[in-house]
């Protein structure tokens, strides 16, 4: 799973432009034996399970958060913008690729309060001489992402996107070890620009009508050194079964049932209130008159930083609870 895992992080697929990443996917969705479509936002849906059992919709994003240029100037450095929720503080001395592979470093005008630091202060840096070189390899409009290879310690890996090519590598294992017959008609889809607002989400569940939701994404963290911040979760503890974060607030059904299929089956868990941040469930919950809709999260540390970090035993228990979760019936 590891080699699939770095291959998704180290690919490319900012929200709004995720033709490689879902490339990537389909080569893997291709080895199953499962059927699958794209739609018209680029969602991709893997179909599974018996067509006369409850609809259950298992969503993972496959956007990232990335930068997009705005403005070359006389000189060759590029302006940019955010997509979704880039974390001023991480940015200088990072380096960044473009779709076509093209490199570049992150820097700072100087500012004099910290207060002062915005996007406006920074820019990217490729090396170009002036702007007519810059525009030879990219253009206003041009998304890139963080430049960052995965490197391993023992069961913890850091890497860039792990939101939420983790939570993509959980589904794709999922549907591996998925047996032939199961109560359940199960949807796995791989949506597009949650990063900017659980985009994909939305259209995907509207066409699918699903019973049931459950998405499968990161979740911040409390076991770092934060004086002033407390949250339950831990890395290495188990994933953790999503009760609220901004976008839903989970069906006590669907919570309840992910508990019971976690404590019959001895897997580890956690319970998660995220005070900010939201995922693909906040738009499945509010589809048509309503989706019961919870959601299973990878805990991770330095969520939306270039170096995000996550437990492989957490990882490994997340693809046991989500397996058992759909053998049962709903
Ligand atoms: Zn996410």
Not at 42 to 68: F, R
Not at 216 to 230: A, F, N, S
Not at 316 to 326: F, G, P, Q
């Amino acid at each position: 799973m590891i080699e699939l895992i770095e291959r998704l992080t180290e690919s490319f697929g900012p929200a709004g432009s995720e033709g490689k990443i879902r490339a990537l996917l389909c080569e893997e969705v291709e080895k199953l034996n499962h059927s699958y479509f794209v739609d018209t936002l680029g969602n991709l849906i893997v179909t599974a399970g018996n067509k006369n059992g409850k609809k259950i919709l298992v969503a993972a994003h496959m956007d990232e958060i990335g930068l997009m240029v705005t403005y070359i100037d006389e000189n060759g450095f590029l302006r940019f913008t955010n997509i979704g929720g880039v974390i001023k503080n991480t940015l200088l001395g990072t380096r960044v690729v473009f779709e076509n592979g093209t490199l570049g470093v992150i820097g700072q005008e100087k500012i004099k309060e910290a207060k002062d630091l915005d996007f406006n202060k920074f820019y990217i840096d490729i090396g170009a001489r002036d702007r007519n070189e810059a525009l030879e390899v990219v253009g206003i409009g041009s998304p890139a992402v963080f430049y960052a290879p995965l490197s391993r310690r023992g069961n913890r890996i850091i890497a860039k996107s792990l939101d939420n090519h983790i939570g993509c590598a959980v589904l794709l294992e999922v549907l591996k070890r998925l047996p032939s017959s199961i109560p359940n008609e199960v949807f796995f889809a791989f949506t597009v620009q949650e990063e900017v607002g659980l985009r994909g989400g939305r259209t995907v569940s509207y066409r699918l009508e699903p019973d049931y939701g459950i998405a499968v994404d990161v979740t911040r963290v409390g076991d770092t050194p934060e004086p002033d911040y407390k949250m339950e979760v831990s890395l290495g503890k188990g994933p953790a079964i999503k009760i609220k974060d901004s976008s839903v607030i989970c069906h006590p059904q669907v919570v309840q049932l992910m508990i019971e299929v976690a404590e019959t089956n001895n897997i580890p868990y956690q319970l998660e209130v995220l005070e900010k941040g939201g995922t693909d469930a906040g738009a499945i919950h509010l589809t048509k008159d309503g989706v019961r809709s919870g959601a299973l999260s990878i805990p991770c540390r330095y969520v939306h930083s270039p170096g995000e970090m996550v437990d492989l035993n957490d990882v490994e228990n997340s693809v046991s609870l989500l397996l058992e979760l759909l053998k049962k019936s709903w």
